[in-house]
């Protein structure tokens, strides 16, 4: 069957091999690929402006013939050549100059119609365009693709111009728009007010007008957001499907550490832990993950979690992406939970330790281990593992967070994250997990006060710290490298250490504490900072994940810009944790608007949430996940940020359609899954097995 999904692209008149691979590189293959190109924007050329009504200081779009073109190098620089081009309509004439590309001239004859698209200047009395946007119009078809039109523009492949592009696209959609067959149900589209598939593709390309262009893109959007959704939503499904473990989930060992605890957990708290709880008792495997803020409190649920397991006979690993937070994690639960077997394993333990370790795992000596990426080795086998925690999951790749799990038989899963995003963007990296979010801080916790200093405040913001430090209070101070940087001016943790001890802070107990120092040395410098022994430290980004000593009070952070705004709120969380006041000094010389607008966002929200809001809205989704991570990259049209609620009806239909058929067996389903199996050929498999 000829069906433009399976044409290669090499059919169409005009490819050649050459093209063929150029196509490639721009990942079209398929005759359907071409006709998914869309363009980045759009040339309002609805308007075009006659000679003598061209204004200067304006952008503007003329179409003339070409009256006369001169080429001379410049007078003052031999090497430059200048083209001057000279058009003109049936209202007037205007210049057009070009600089250093001779090649021009092969352009411009006498008599040839052109589009030009840029800024009317003023050279000395004469209106000129300089370096405009330019089009030839050889014939009718010229014409009708781009002029007098909204003009599609599209990122250019290797050796095509927008006219060929454009041409080739317009040809395309006429011979094969006819052959495409509707993906998106009937009902679906109904509902949800969309454009068939024709129309859409017709005005996304070539818009009749702007309203049509707006709804092709919204149907556009749909359709790629449906089509992400639905392996998310099968995969949610599916699990239900599933057999795991049916937790006891009430008993003394989960009871007991609740009423230890020091404190009361928040209605926040309990609330995540109840859900956990419906989850875990139910033998439907669990796949949480929990969202909070810094300090609210994760740690605590996800301890109460492990004990529901471990008090009905499981095993529980805890995953952690650095060995300090492991080791942090390892002594605190130590201190609140007797009367379970707790172990620590990370990639610096020795190698007898680790033996040792291995075998208690899978003897089942060990209830719960805690450890960092060392956990996923080969050597590592359960007994009965039964549920799977993971801490600040983005620090780990899709397939590592796969790994752990993979070594029970369907263990429950609770993954949990400090940079909590808003709900609907969560659906589409999250989309096939439950969601839980711990949105309030434990009650008594002032916000951290947050203040820009400029480079020449450096002197205050010690006077800050000492005051603290003379209150018997502790302080980070954090810089973005270890070694300085002459060349980018900026100081490292390493020389800074050094000069602080024997200088401003020569009064007070100073350490050093960065990623290239060993882990026993890390672990010790640490363990000293915790028990007070050393008042101040001077560190990296080491300290960015999870550290917790409640008496640091004082933050200040050296050349703040160079740091994202998620990683500024996660150090910040360091301070704060205890009942006292904390103050985080951001230190800067920020240039960029964006770097301005980072830093003051950080002095005005205190709010996770809202942070991460406006971290993803500065970066954008791709950015701000990182690319591995999921497969938001692959979006070509649809955009989560501005489109959520497109994006939720479309999470919704995708629920519906596979709540209803779940193997999209159904007549009025076959095309889209037809198309789904193309998109994602892995989808038959989601289908059939796990
Ligand atoms: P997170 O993992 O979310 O960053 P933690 O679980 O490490 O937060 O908790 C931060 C600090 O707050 C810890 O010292 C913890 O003991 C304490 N904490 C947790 N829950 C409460 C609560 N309900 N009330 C008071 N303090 C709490
Ligand atoms: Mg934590």
Not at 672 to 680: A, I, R
């Amino acid at each position: 069957m000829d069906k433009p999904e399976h044409i290669s692209i090499r059919y169409l008149k005009g490819i050649g091999p050459k093209r063929e691979k150029v196509f490639a590189k721009a990942g079209i293959n398929t005759i359907s690929d071409l006709m998914y190109y869309f363009p980045r924007r759009y040339e309002d050329r609805t308007h075009l402006v006659p000679i003598s009504q061209l204004r200067p200081g304006e952008t503007q779009t003329i179409k003339a013939k070409v009256l006369a073109l001169g080429q001379h190098n410049s007078w003052r620089r031999r090497r430059f050549n200048i083209t001057e081009v000279a058009v003109g309509d049936d209202t007037g004439r205007v210049s057009c100059v070009w600089f250093n590309q001779p090649y021009l001239k092969e352009y411009f004859k006498p008599g040839t119609e052109v589009i030009l698209y840029g800024k009317v200047e003023l050279y000395g009395a004469k209106l000129q365009m300089s370096n405009p946007e330019f089009e030839i119009i050889n014939d009718a078809t010229d014409s009708q693709l781009s002029v007098g039109r909204l003009v599609p523009v599209y990122s250019l492949p290797e050796g095509f111009s927008q006219r060929t592009l454009r041409r080739l696209i317009k040809n395309t959609l006429d011979k094969y728009l006819p052959k495409l067959k509707e993906c998106l149900p009937y009902d679906i589209r109904r509902r949800n007010n969309l454009l068939n598939l024709v129309k859409s593709l017709l005005n996304i390309h070539f818009p009749e007008n702007t309203e049509l262009q707006k709804e092709a893109y919204t149907r556009l959007s749909f359709e790629e957001f449906f089509l992400f959704q639905l392996p998310l939503v099968l995969r949610k499904l599916k699990r239900k499907d599933k057999r795991g473990i049916a937790h006891k989930v009430d008993g003394e060992l989960v009871s007991g550490f609740i009423s230890g605890l020091p404190f009361k957990l928040t209605w926040a708290q309990e609330k995540a832990l109840e859900e956990i709880k419906l989850d875990m008792v139910s033998p439907q495997p669990m796949q949480r993950i929990l969202q909070g803020d810094v300090g609210s409190g994760k740690t605590v649920v996800a301890t109460a979690a492990g004990l529901m397991a471990i008090q009905g006979g499981y095993q529980a690993a805890f995953m952690v992406p650095t060995e300090i937070l492991a080791w942090q994690h390892f002594n605190k639960i130590k201190e609140q939970v007797k009367g379970i077997s707790v172990s620590l394993l990370t990639g610096s333990s020795e190698k007898k330790e680790k033996d040792k370790i291995y075998k208690q795992i899978g003897s089942g000596d060990i209830d719960l281990v805690i450890g960092t990426h060392a956990l996923l080795e080969g050597k590592v086998k359960f007994k009965n593992l039964g549920l799977v925690i993971i801490d600040e999951q983005h620090k780990f790749g899709v397939g590592q967070r796969a790994l752990l799990p993979a070594k029970g038989l369907n263990p429950d899963v609770l993954i949990m994250t400090a940079t909590p995003i808003p709900r609907t963007l969560a659906i589409t990296i999250y989309g096939d997990l439950d969601d839980s979010v711990i949105h309030e801080l434990p009650p008594g916790r002032l916000p951290i006060k947050t203040i820009l200093f400029e480079q020449a405040d450096r002197r205050q913001a010690y006077k800050l710290a000492k005051d603290e430090l003379k209150l018997g209070k502790q302080v980070y101070i954090i810089y973005p490298v270890i070694d300085e940087s002459y060349v980018m001016d900026i100081a490292g943790a390493k020389k800074m250490y050094v000069d602080l001890k024997a200088g401003e802070f020569k009064d007070f107990k100073l350490g050093l504490i960065h990623g290239r120092l060993k882990q026993e040395e890390q672990d010790k410098v640490m363990d000293e900072f915790k028990s007070g022994k050393i008042d101040l430290l001077v560190s990296t980004t080491v300290l960015e994940v999870g550290i917790d000593v409640p008496n640091a009070t004082c933050m200040i952070i050296e050349s703040a810009e160079r740091f994202g705004l998620s990683q500024l709120h996660q150090l910040r969380g360091r301070v704060g944790r205890g009942k006292d006041e904390s103050t985080c000094v951001l230190i800067s010389n920020a240039q960029t608007e964006e770097a301005k607008h980072r830093l003051s966002a950080m002095a005005k929200y205190s709010d996770g949430f809202r942070i991460a809001e406006e971290d993803l809205r500065i970066r954008g989704p791709g950015e701000f996940f990182g690319k591995e991570q999921h497969g938001l990259s692959e979006l070509k049209i649809a955009n989560p940020l501005s489109q959520m609620q497109l994006l939720k009806r479309a999470r919704e239909e995708a629920l519906k359609l596979l709540g209803a058929d779940l193997r999209l067996e159904s007549r009025q389903n076959l095309l889209l899954k037809e198309k789904l199996l193309q998109k994602f050929p892995e989808y038959e498999k989601l289908m059939l097995v796990g």
